[in-house]
């Protein structure tokens, strides 16, 4: 990406990209073909720029302008969203940060359109860090000092990163976790993808693998702030939920342009026609409302994390609370609304809807990945014990 670029700019860009992604979605989800090409033209449309501030080449955005952008791509091919998703968290990371040469340096090469992918979960069983969950590895190490520092380990779910051209590492310290930051062409570093779920099946989410990878001083970074973990946790789940709402707006066009192009009906239909029918009508219109909604809990959400960043310090910590609780709560609210949308849509066009090659059962496939990667009984649980007891989660990467 050339040169700064503002919010409108960039929006106008990343529509017409998903608009190139969209038509061939069906395609690549048939043939497991690379998004790879895609991916690249998003990011040099500057959606992965948009949130990075300006005096670093970004746009400056809202998160409420990203949500937009989001769900627009999603509704093209959901696995996009997810690819991008370690990407944007990341930036999010950065910007929470004060300001140091490394710190700058990644937020630049953002704005110049470079993408970075995560590496921080592992396979289960694990062996877990000290105080952690198995969720992340107690084997991944930073060995050395000062300049002379070096990253070994393996990781999973790191979605993104084979198309990424930087990988932010989860590394136990003595302190808790840092994050350690390499150039995915770096040599020791492989990347495979070899993820082998039944939903988002192009997002390579697979295994990331670090042989004495030489590691810049200045791209290592504490987790030392339970704030910006509770934000970031909270924005990772954003991205998921606007993935969400994406899909279901999609699976509401497919399930449209379906039923408009029906020409027979079932014997017990109530109208001979399947587009008068007012039984197939409302299963239309039911899903179509589950993806309203879905949308509109994101934008919600969105501008919520917005008055986050304009809080005053005084009002700061009551913004962070709303963010945590309502991020929580649309994850609950989107994973039954869009399952229930990307199930409930094959009432529509009965034995027709099943073909294969009109891969419906996409929607559903990788809405209900989307919804296990962090599972929604938990953020359930959160909302309840906040709402009964004032409490809040504890951040896994703290000790």
Known sequence: MSGTRTSTTISELVIEAAAAARS????????????????????????????????????????????ALLIEVAAADSNLTQIVRGHLGFIESLRLRSPGDGRDELLRAA????????????????????GSTALVDGDTELIGSG????LSGTKYYTTGSLYADWINVLVPADSGFTEAVVRADAPGVTVTDDWNGFGQRLTASGTAVFDE????????????????????????????????????????????????????????????????????????????ARGYGARANVTALAATIDRFHTATTESRADRLTEVV???AAVQVLNSRLVGEATWYL??????????????????????????????????????????????????????
């Open 325 to 327: 609780i309502e991020s």
């Open 213 to 288: 990878v030489p590691v810049d001083p200045g791209h290592v970074f504490d987790r030392d702030s339970v704030d910006r973990d509770a934000y970031l946790n909270a924005f990772y789940q954003f991205v998921h939920s606007a993935t969400q709402a994406g899909i279901a707006r999609r699976a509401s066009e497919d399930l449209a342009q379906l039923v408009r192009r029906r020409t027979r009906t079932y014997p017990l239909a109530a109208a001979p026609q399947p587009q008068d029918d007012p039984q197939v009508l409302a299963v239309v219109g039911e899903v179509a």
């Open 111 to 130: 704005g110049r359109g470079e993408l970075f992918g995560p590496a921080a979960s592992v396979r289960a069983p694990a062996k877990p860090a000290p």
């Open 24 to 67: 061939e979605a069906v395609a690549r989800e048939h043939g497991r073909l690379s998004p790879a090409t895609h991916v690249r033209t998003l990011a040099d449309a500057g959606l992965g720029a948009l949130r990075v501030p300006t005096e670093f080449g970004g746009a400056g955005g809202t998160v409420s302008e990203l949500a």
């Open 147 to 150: 300049d002379d520092l070096r």
């Open 346 to 399: 094959f009432d529509a066009a009965s034995a027709s809807a099943t073909d294969a090659d009109l891969a419906l059962d996409r929607h559903w496939r990788n809405a209900r990945t989307v919804s296990s990667h962090n599972p929604s009984i938990y953020k359930a649980r959160v909302i309840g014990d906040h709402a009964v007891n004032n409490r809040l989660p504890q951040s896994p990467f703290q000790k």
